[in-house]
């Protein structure tokens, strides 16, 4: 077979697979078989590169990031819908329909009402060409490369529509319960934010500027809704038949659907579906009730905010009273104490539910909320359930006050608010659980990686006094181990030996292991790409920090102050006399050239510099081995001139520091 042809054997092939797996959920390969038809289509475009197409399976993830989004407008404005409550509220809207239609006849469709962000996704000649957010209805961001990644998204579309070039589709991004509960725990170990619930990590994942992390989200998409140039309308004017079409060119669409004669058939379904909202794996939140006939929706009309061909029934939310038996005040890794309320356990969306967080002191005070009160609950599609409000026609004479503890609940000390800060801390450093929590993330999977030093192991150790600080493990004896409960000598030299091995991790691992704050995975990678070694790290200003990618100024902030404390430092010490490697790797450190007049001179910046942002000659300074400090010293090699110099201009004079002017600064980079 000639290649190209080939090539699109593949391609087909790997569609209708694709196609049968995220949209049909029924496989006729195996997973092994599925890889071995990408990897052959893989290793031929790269033998081939002049025969790759966009809407190859392969290119799914192929742009890079991009920094802002272009805004696309809306052919048709994505409108948003009416909410009912009761059936009385549907009814009334059947009746306008009925008065608006004059006496046709019209049907409903009802479709389930997923939770999760709307999108278009536009195609031209059967291929997919964009995909934009809704936005304000108007106008939306492009988001066509993320959109992309998304497998249930056809490229190419399985069969034509008849007589039709370009159409858009409409529908709702989202995840399944069981997928977004899986992301959220790697999120955690990744020290990576962990979303509230799958809604607000669909949205924040589209927003993603990074494909490559897209394609890893486990986002899935239902349509519902085709829209067809003027003038094909009649051939498309039944809403069911589109949809149905829709499933048959590659989409996935719900098949939770019914069509139904009239307005009762509608409150039928709408009763059924709030009943088994559960039994579906994903987030629904109502019914989506359209009349059929599109011909009928240009009848009906809408208004600024809505069409008058539909309406969305809400499901009441999932809330439930029970009793506040208790709140405890848990410790953090980094001294935050948080209330956390102990109710008589109640059975919720599925679950049991026996504590909720009340957040910090003003939420308490917020809700009034005292020990022994009747509450209610709520679960949204949230995992965790929210303390709704009182019931305060159920408050007990004998209910008491809640109050933040004036002291640690663990180790007893003074507890502290900062003032721009809700939570109260516990700034003990050496507080028996801030340990215990720092060394857990110390030695967790993506942080050092020391398999068997779990929570239980530490709890011992740090009770036992044994360690008090995640340095502290590198210098364990093997018979005080072996002492311990559930050790003995096998596993502590088991567990000697992967401490051992931990000494030669990354860079990028130990600064996320170091635990600073809001340095989760992602920001430690960031910082490991800029620094060297640790001392690179602690010696950076707040500044330098600042233009780093990724990292903004709640970041930068922290590690400055991380690197300020004295218990800190004494840690970092005592990890290199441990003989943990501090820097990178040889294999880490990427061959860079550096330019001999900047490599390790520190600069300032003063004015406007013309052909360069304040970022972009920082960046090029650093890449190129140099400093960017704030403020002008003894220790400044040069002062960068720009316009409209400030007071720092003369303090160099002063000083007697070089000063450079753009020009000449670029012709050093060679870029003048
Ligand atoms: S139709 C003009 N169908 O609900 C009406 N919307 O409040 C277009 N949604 O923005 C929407 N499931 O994000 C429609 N089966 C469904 C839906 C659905 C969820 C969302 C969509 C829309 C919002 C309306």
């Given at each position: 077979m000639h290649v190209k042809d080939r090539i699109k054997k593949l391609r087909d092939d790997i569609n209708y697979h694709n196609y049968r797996y995220?949209?049909?959920?029924?496989?006729?390969?195996?997973d092994y078989e599925y890889d071995k038809l990408m990897q052959e289509l893989i290793n031929l475009e790269k033998e081939h590169p002049e025969l790759i197409t966009p809407d190859s399976p392969t290119q799914r993830i192929g742009e890079e990031p991009t920094k802002v989004f272009p805004t696309i407008t809306h052919s048709v404005p994505m409108l948003s819908l009416s909410n009912t409550y009761t059936k009385e509220e549907v009814i009334d809207f059947d009746r306008r329909v009925k008065n608006l239609l004059g006496g046709e006849k019209y049907q409903y469709v009802v479709e389930l009402k997923i939770d999760g962000v709307a999108v278009c996704l536009i195609y031209r000649n059967g291929r997919y060409g964009q995909g934009a957010t809704r936005g304000d209805g108007f106008t939306g961001d492009d988001i066509t490369q993320n959109l992309k990644t998304i497998k249930s998204i056809p490229l190419n579309i399985l069969k034509p529509l008849e007589g039709v070039d370009e159409f858009e589709v409409r529908g709702e991004v989202f995840m399944k319960r069981n997928e977004f509960i899986k992301l959220n725990k790697m999120q955690a170990e990744k020290g990576e934010k962990v979303f509230a619930n799958s809604r607000n990590a669909t949205a924040g994942s589209l927003k993603l500027q990074d494909p490559k992390i897209v394609a890893e989200r486990p986002l899935t998409i239902f349509v519902y809704y085709l829209l067809v140039e003027k003038g094909k309308k009649d051939k498309y004017d039944s809403h069911y038949h589109n949809l149905k079409l829709l499933y048959e060119m590659g989409f996935l669409v719900n098949q939770n659907l019914r069509l139904c004669k009239n307005i009762y058939e509608v409150l039928d379904y709408c009763k059924e579906w709030e009943e088994k909202r559960e039994e579906v794996g994903y987030e629904i939140d109502g019914v989506v009730i359209k009349v059929n006939s599109l011909g009928q929706w240009g009848i009906l009309g809408s208004t600024a905010k809505s069409p008058r061909w539909s309406i969305a029934f809400k499901f009441k939310a999932k809330k439930i009273e029970t009793v506040i038996k208790d709140v405890f005040w848990q410790v953090g890794r980094t001294g935050s104490i948080t209330p956390v309320a102990v109710m008589e356990p109640v059975s919720l969306a599925g679950t049991v539910v026996k504590r909720a967080t009340l957040h910090n002191v003003d939420e308490i005070k917020r809700l009034n909320i005292m020990l022994g009160d009747t509450v209610v609950i709520e679960k949204g599609g949230d995992i965790i359930p929210k303390?709704?409000?009182?019931?305060?026609?159920?408050?007990?004479?004998?209910a008491k006050p809640i109050s933040a503890p004036e002291r640690c609940s663990v180790c007893g000390s003074e507890v502290v608010r900062f003032e721009d800060e809700a939570a109260i801390r516990c700034i003990n450093f050496s507080c028996p659980e801030q340990v215990a929590k720092r060394i857990e993330h110390f030695a967790s999977r993506n942080a050092m990686d020391i398999g068997g030093l779990g929570e239980a192991l530490v709890e011992q150790l740090t009770e036992n006094r044994i360690?008090?600080?995640?340095?502290?493990i590198y210098f364990l004896e093997k018979e005080k181990l072996a002492a311990l409960e559930r050790m003995g000598n096998k596993s502590a030299e088991n567990l000697l030996s992967k401490i051992e091995q931990s000494k030669s991790r990354s860079l990028e691992r130990l600064i996320f292991a170091l635990g600073i704050r809001y340095i989760g995975a992602g920001a430690a990678k960031d910082l490991a790409k800029r620094f060297s070694s640790i001392n690179e790290l602690r010696n950076a200003e707040f500044e330098e920090l600042l233009?780093?990618?990724?990292?903004?100024e709640k970041m930068a902030k922290s590690v400055v102050e991380f690197f300020r404390r004295d218990e800190n430092l004494n840690v970092l010490e005592k990890l290199r006399k441990a003989g943990v490697l501090m820097e990178k790797k040889k294999e880490e450190v990427t061959e860079r050239k550096t330019i001999e007049e900047i490599d390790g001179k520190t600069f300032v910046l003063t004015g406007?510099?013309?052909?360069?942002?304040r970022e972009e000659a920082s960046k090029l300074i650093m890449e190129n081995g140099g400093k960017v400090s704030s403020s002008v010293s003894k220790?400044?090699?040069?002062l960068l001139l720009g316009e409209n110099p400030g007071s720092k201009y003369d303090k160099a004079v002063k000083l007697g520091v070089k000063i450079i002017k753009e020009d000449d600064f670029l012709s050093i980079l060679g870029m003048g």
């Amino acid at each position: 077979m000639h290649v190209k042809d080939r090539i699109k054997k593949l391609r087909d092939d790997i569609n209708y697979h694709n196609y049968r797996y995220y949209v049909l959920d029924n496989t006729v390969i195996s997973d092994y078989e599925y890889d071995k038809l990408m990897q052959e289509l893989i290793n031929l475009e790269k033998e081939h590169p002049e025969l790759i197409t966009p809407d190859s399976p392969t290119q799914r993830i192929g742009e890079e990031p991009t920094k802002v989004f272009p805004t696309i407008t809306h052919s048709v404005p994505m409108l948003s819908l009416s909410n009912t409550y009761t059936k009385e509220e549907v009814i009334d809207f059947d009746r306008r329909v009925k008065n608006l239609l004059g006496g046709e006849k019209y049907q409903y469709v009802v479709e389930l009402k997923i939770d999760g962000v709307a999108v278009c996704l536009i195609y031209r000649n059967g291929r997919y060409g964009q995909g934009a957010t809704r936005g304000d209805g108007f106008t939306g961001d492009d988001i066509t490369q993320n959109l992309k990644t998304i497998k249930s998204i056809p490229l190419n579309i399985l069969k034509p529509l008849e007589g039709v070039d370009e159409f858009e589709v409409r529908g709702e991004v989202f995840m399944k319960r069981n997928e977004f509960i899986k992301l959220n725990k790697m999120q955690a170990e990744k020290g990576e934010k962990v979303f509230a619930n799958s809604r607000n990590a669909t949205a924040g994942s589209l927003k993603l500027q990074d494909p490559k992390i897209v394609a890893e989200r486990p986002l899935t998409i239902f349509v519902y809704y085709l829209l067809v140039e003027k003038g094909k309308k009649d051939k498309y004017d039944s809403h069911y038949h589109n949809l149905k079409l829709l499933y048959e060119m590659g989409f996935l669409v719900n098949q939770n659907l019914r069509l139904c004669k009239n307005i009762y058939e509608v409150l039928d379904y709408c009763k059924e579906w709030e009943e088994k909202r559960e039994e579906v794996g994903y987030e629904i939140d109502g019914v989506v009730i359209k009349v059929n006939s599109l011909g009928q929706w240009g009848i009906l009309g809408s208004t600024a905010k809505s069409p008058r061909w539909s309406i969305a029934f809400k499901f009441k939310a999932k809330k439930i009273e029970t009793v506040i038996k208790d709140v405890f005040w848990q410790v953090g890794r980094t001294g935050s104490i948080t209330p956390v309320a102990v109710m008589e356990p109640v059975s919720l969306a599925g679950t049991v539910v026996k504590r909720a967080t009340l957040h910090n002191v003003d939420e308490i005070k917020r809700l009034n909320i005292m020990l022994g009160d009747t509450v209610v609950i709520e679960k949204g599609g949230d995992i965790i359930p929210k303390v709704i409000e009182v019931d305060f026609s159920k408050r007990k004479p004998d209910a008491k006050p809640i109050s933040a503890p004036e002291r640690c609940s663990v180790c007893g000390s003074e507890v502290v608010r900062f003032e721009d800060e809700a939570a109260i801390r516990c700034i003990n450093f050496s507080c028996p659980e801030q340990v215990a929590k720092r060394i857990e993330h110390f030695a967790s999977r993506n942080a050092m990686d020391i398999g068997g030093l779990g929570e239980a192991l530490v709890e011992q150790l740090t009770e036992n006094r044994i360690v008090s600080n995640p340095a502290d493990i590198y210098f364990l004896e093997k018979e005080k181990l072996a002492a311990l409960e559930r050790m003995g000598n096998k596993s502590a030299e088991n567990l000697l030996s992967k401490i051992e091995q931990s000494k030669s991790r990354s860079l990028e691992r130990l600064i996320f292991a170091l635990g600073i704050r809001y340095i989760g995975a992602g920001a430690a990678k960031d910082l490991a790409k800029r620094f060297s070694s640790i001392n690179e790290l602690r010696n950076a200003e707040f500044e330098e920090l600042l233009t780093i990618e990724g990292i903004g100024e709640k970041m930068a902030k922290s590690v400055v102050e991380f690197f300020r404390r004295d218990e800190n430092l004494n840690v970092l010490e005592k990890l290199r006399k441990a003989g943990v490697l501090m820097e990178k790797k040889k294999e880490e450190v990427t061959e860079r050239k550096t330019i001999e007049e900047i490599d390790g001179k520190t600069f300032v910046l003063t004015g406007t510099i013309e052909r360069l942002t304040r970022e972009e000659a920082s960046k090029l300074i650093m890449e190129n081995g140099g400093k960017v400090s704030s403020s002008v010293s003894k220790n400044t090699d040069y002062l960068l001139l720009g316009e409209n110099p400030g007071s720092k201009y003369d303090k160099a004079v002063k000083l007697g520091v070089k000063i450079i002017k753009e020009d000449d600064f670029l012709s050093i980079l060679g870029m003048g």
